[in-house]
């Protein structure tokens, strides 16, 4: 039975019954006892930690974009989200009037006013249209890392497992 890395179990030191004769209860194996205690504090042997070496060889495009295309769009709405917030403040406090007024008086129209949902609207679609340009330009990079890597051998990682 294998075992993912990311599962909450591995790594934990609980003791496994390793079963023997029928009738006879069943004894835990060495590797898996918890080490001996000498005093307070003090151990025999200390827990390893097993680290293994990975060397990151190839990116996949189509991953990166996928994953591009979502944290760009999470990051689209959050700052949507703030400049929603901020609007409503200004609103509140009366700065949009003050700044309605001012660019009403320097453009000399008297029917100036500030719409927001024709601001909102437009920033939405710049803003994904920049999710689209930036997630491509992430796998423009990921080709790129996939070449270098062919010539350098990748990026080398290392993975501990804590105790």
């Not at 930690?49 to 944290?71: D, E, I, Y």
């Not at 062919?150 to 990026?155: A, E, H, S, Y």
Request: aromatic fraction near 10%.
């Amino acid at each position: 039975m294998s075992r993912r890395i990311d599962d909450p179990g591995l790594g934990t030191a609980t003791p496994t019954a390793v079963p023997s004769r029928v009738g006879t209860p069943p004894t835990v194996s060495r590797e898996d006892a918890p080490p001996a205690r000498t005093g307070p504090g003090r151990t025999l042997r200390e827990p390893r930690t097993r680290q293994a070496r990975v060397v990151l060889r190839r990116v996949g495009p189509w991953s990166v974009f996928k994953f591009s295309l979502l944290f760009y769009f999470c990051v689209m709405l959050v700052v949507l989200l703030a400049l929603g917030m901020l609007y409503a403040v200004m609103g509140a406090v009366g700065a949009l009037d003050s700044i309605t007024d001012f660019l009403g008086e320097l453009f000399s129209e008297e029917s100036f006013a500030i719409h927001a949902g024709w601001i909102f609207a437009r920033l939405t679609l710049i803003g994904l249209l920049m999710v689209v340009v930036w997630s491509l330009i992430n796998v423009f990079i990921a080709f790129l890392y996939n070449l270098i890597s062919d010539v350098l051998g990748g990026v080398e990682i290392t993975l501990s497992e804590r105790r």
